[in-house]
Every structure is written in C-alpha cells, then in structure tokens.
C-alpha cells in the first residue's frame, strides 16, 4: 500500500471517530523515519488511546502488519507507528505545549537563522 493511500485510510478512520484538528504533514526530505505525520486532537486522553486503537484495527484488517504503538494509559500524547505514516494523537493542551506543526514546518533556512 502506497502512502498516500494510507495517509487517507487514517484521515478518515480518525475523522469519522471525531478526532479534531486533523493535520497531514509531509515530512519527505526532512527525517528519514517516515513520509507523513498525521497529528490529530482527542477530547481526552480516553478518546486519544481509542482512536489509536481504531486506527490500529483498520489497517490490520487492510493486511498492515502490526503497528507500533508509544506512549502509555494515561498519557497525553501516543503515537501509533505504521511505517510509512505516524500518527500522533493528543489532547489538547499536549498539542500546544509541543506545536509540532511549527516544529516540522521550519525550513533548513530558517533553522540556519536561528542558530
């Protein structure tokens, strides 16, 4: 399966789950450990591990081989690893404080000017 095409699958599987402020990164030429990122806001740290965990059946029913899954019960924060794509799941007030948006939007220029 392209990644592209599983980018979508996990857009989708977190939308019609009520994930909120779902984001697509597209990290090719910036890390090597994946393609895309795809953040998305829980309403709890509840809702955010069961939308990991819906995520995590649909590709094994799609024939993806076992995701990983970080983070632990109670976090703010899990990140469900399916290769290609990552998903990051997390409340709110993790989403803010970590803004990993601004963190993989910034250009090596930029990165340059700050140092």
């Known amino acids: 399966m392209q990644a592209e095409e599983l ?3 996990v857009e989708k599987v ?4 009520k994930g909120a402020n779902i984001t697509v990164l597209d990290v090719r030429g910036k890390t090597t450990i994946t393609d895309y990122m795809v953040l998305v806001t829980g309403t709890s740290e509840r809702h955010a591990k069961s939308l990991c965990e819906y ?29 290609d794509v990552i998903l990051h799941v997390m409340t709110a007030q993790a989403r803010e404080f970590y803004q990993l948006e601004k963190l993989w939007s910034m250009d090596r220029a930029e990165e340059a000017v700050q140092q």
Request: negative net charge.
């Open 14 to 17: 977190v939308d019609e789950r």
């Open 55 to 83: 995520v995590s059946e649909k590709v094994k029913e799609l024939g993806i081989r076992h995701p990983g899954l970080e983070g632990q019960e109670g976090s703010d924060w899990l990140l469900l690893d399916l290769g």
């Open 7 to 9: 980018v979508k699958i």
